[in-house]
């Protein structure tokens, strides 16, 4: 069964910091990872993709990167913003397309001003 | 072309009483899957469905629960005589048929949050 860890939970920095947020996942057999990101009261928006073929994906001021054979994801922000306080989620998909995705709980991130 | 919509956003059951959340994928998107965010935890999924056929229920409760995506119309999560332990925010996913090239992540909807009182 699939397990998918965030540590910590929440992670307090001042802005500008560059951060890394550290995804580990139990089973390596992925068909992908995706990173969400939670606003309080709100739904999810999805921040990048990797494949299970790809090393990284990178978008704007974030790189998320995978290590299948370790189990490992990392989420790294750059010049954070008090804007990207939120809680950022971990997701793998196992299986095949269309199956079902296992979340980390997730890391609350507040930058400060 | 809408996201995934979801409705009520907000939704307030009496202990007993029955609860209908109601998800319209996107735009040529036939498959949907609902998550369930309880406080403090994770999304768990539910339940993964297609037009008129239920693919993979293995996070459904045994009971009281029940999914299903008609035809026609949006999909129903259905909450049979509510409890105090169902209040939670349910998330509706949805994806398109075919995964054509890259892989398509999912879209989420923004959510129904269930309060029971």
């Known amino acids: 069964k699939q397990e998918v860890t965030q540590i910590p939970a929440a992670l307090s920095v001042p802005e500008g910091e560059n951060l890394v947020l550290n995804c580990s996942f139990t089973d390596s057999a992925i068909y992908n990872l995706q990173w969400f990101r939670q606003d309080p009261g709100k739904g999810l928006t999805s921040l990048l993709l990797?494949?299970?073929?790809?090393r990284e994906q990178t978008s704007g001021r974030l790189n998320a990167s995978l290590d299948k054979s370790s189990g490992r994801s990392t989420l790294y922000i750059a010049a954070s913003q008090p804007g990207d306080s939120a809680t950022y989620l971990c997701?793998?998909?196992?299986?095949?397309?269309?199956?079902?995705?296992?979340f980390g709980k997730g890391i609350t991130l507040s930058v400060r001003p | 072309n809408a996201g995934v919509m979801q409705n009520p956003r907000h939704l307030v059951r009496r202990r007993g009483q029955e609860a209908r959340l109601r998800c319209s994928p996107m735009?040529?998107?036939?498959?949907v899957y609902w998550y369930r965010q309880l406080p403090e935890e994770g999304l768990k999924f539910m339940v993964y469905?297609?037009?008129?056929?239920?693919?993979?229920e293995s996070g459904m409760p045994k009971e009281r629960f029940s999914a299903e995506f008609p035809k026609e119309g949006p999909s129903i999560l259905r909450i049979q005589q509510v409890v105090r332990g169902d209040s939670a925010a349910y998330f509706c996913?949805?994806?398109?048929?075919?995964?054509?090239?890259?892989?398509?992540?999912?879209?989420f909807g923004s959510g129904t949050r269930l309060t029971v009182v």
């Open positions: 997701a793998v998909k196992d299986g095949g397309a269309n199956s079902k995705l296992t």
């Open positions: 735009k040529g998107h036939s498959h």
């Open positions: 469905l297609q037009k008129e056929n239920i693919i993979d």
């Open positions: 990797i494949q299970s073929s790809q």
């Open positions: 996913a949805s994806s398109p048929r075919w995964h054509t090239g890259f892989n398509y992540g999912y879209t």
